[in-house]
């Protein structure tokens, strides 16, 4: 686009912010060209994705008023944070819709004053993050859509299913109550017409999703945590058991340094190790993070857990030998 003319769209674009409503003939007295120049000009703010809209009452274009925010007061720390989170973080969020966050974050940022946005520049300068592993949230947006939209509404959802024990797609009537972020991954819980049970499926395995016209009811109030329970991550397998682990030195601090779970007890030792101890609901998911700790931890209860990580352990050492 040329100067002159991204310039008269810029005009254009500020006259419809102010709420007045302008006409063409308005909008074509005030910039000096033809009508036919204004309809070019409001077809470029359209296909910018900017929500004009032609008021026939009034006889004027304006824009919507939502989609300009308002000026707000932040203080330093706030503003700091914000900016913080979206240009440091902003390719590492596990977040759909990153590019609207960072378009939010812009708008906000545009409106503070000189003073704070010079002050929050020069922070972010000497602030990195690094990002934690995830599944790649790309491509997730009309998927994380459909289904919040389907959640707002009570609407049922087609999908194409790509499970993790099958190689082939399967269909699946899901009637979608929460979504929700675990295990590196966006998962979407709801009442299966397939299963006729409460399911959780990853986002990422959605191959196709249609929002459809039949409404459901929530048979029971939902919650999250209720559908969790005491797992020790998304995967309850309906047994409670007392779990107890003690670290050696060498990872006691950072072991206990973490919140890993509701339930979370330590006991620290003269000798620099420290007892963990926890009432988790299944063995399978805590296995796999025990293991991750090597020979710097040794399971005291249950004999279960004991015996399978003295089992996966012996065979970790038969295929490495």
Known sequence: MKISRLSRVVRILTLLQSQQRYSADDLSGILGVSKRTIYRDLNELAAAGVPYRFDAYNGGYNIEPEYFLPPVNLNMQEALSLLT???????????????????????????????????????????????????????????????????????????????????????VTLSPYHLSYNNRAWYAIGLSGSHKELRTFKLSRIKQITVLDKCFVVREKFTSADYFGKAWSMIPEGRLYHIKLKFAKKVARNVSEVRWHCSQKATHHSDGAVTMEFVVDGLGEIRWWILGYGDQVEVLKPKALRDKIAKTAKEMAKINA
Do not use: W
């Not at 545009?110 to 949230?137: A, M």
């Not at 491509?139 to 993790?164: C, S, W």
């Open 85 to 171: 989170l979206v240009h440091k973080a902003k390719t590492h969020l596990p977040m759909p819709f990153k590019s609207a966050a960072v378009m939010a974050a812009v708008k906000v940022e545009n409106n503070l004053p000189d003073q704070i946005k010079q002050y929050c520049s020069t922070v972010l300068k000497s602030i990195s993050i690094r990002p934690d592993s995830h599944v790649p949230t790309e491509g997730l947006d009309k998927t994380f859509a459909a289904l919040q939209n389907a959640i707002a509404k009570k609407r049922k959802v087609h999908m194409h299913y790509a499970p993790l024990s099958n190689n082939k797609n399967i269909t």
